[in-house]
């Protein structure tokens, strides 16, 4: 697992959020500006890791740039129950940014590419960019509604 400190603005991430919070939302220009000043690690994970294993790992988010992951729950018997499927542009975790831990574990579907957002620096810049919150916000509501439909 490769990383390296950048920020948002000129990198891999920055055009899938962007678009799909663009294709989404009215969101001004000067609210991408903003989300491109937060700092992130940029790694590369192998297909059939683990990004987050919920029983064990800190609280993580991730921007997913480039590769598929999903997020699921380990059953009684075993199974797994999967949730979501993270694709270009989807927020991982930004849901669970007010708890200890995330809810669900994820894990590559394919090689991903990813940016990785430290959990008090996405937290304050949230309560700084209240606006752009709500964005993400939506966007994070509309995953849950996807999830109750197939539900």
């Known amino acids: 697992m490769a990383t390296s400190r950048q920020s948002l603005a000129n990198s891999l991430v920055e055009p899938a959020s962007f678009r799909k919070l663009g294709a989404l939302s009215d969101i001004s220009r000067q609210d991408l ?14 297909r059939n890791r683990a990004l987050i294993d919920h029983f064990n790992d800190p609280l993580k988010c991730f921007i997913v740039a480039t590769g598929w992951a999903f997020s699921f729950a380990v059953m009684p018997n075993g199974r ?12 991982i975790g930004f849901e669970d940014l007010m708890f200890k831990k995330n809810v669900f574990s994820v894990t590559a579907i394919t ?29 994070s509501n509309l995953n849950q509604v996807v999830l109750m439909d197939r539900m």
């Open 80 to 91: 797994r129950q999967v949730f979501h499927i993270y694709q270009e542009g989807d927020l």
């Open 111 to 139: 090689n991903c590419r990813l940016a990785n957002i430290a959990t008090d620096q996405m937290r304050s810049f949230l309560s700084r960019n209240v606006r752009l919150s709500s964005y993400l916000y939506a966007m």
């Open 33 to 46: 500006q903003a989300l491109s000043s937060i700092p992130y690690n940029d790694m590369a994970i192998a």
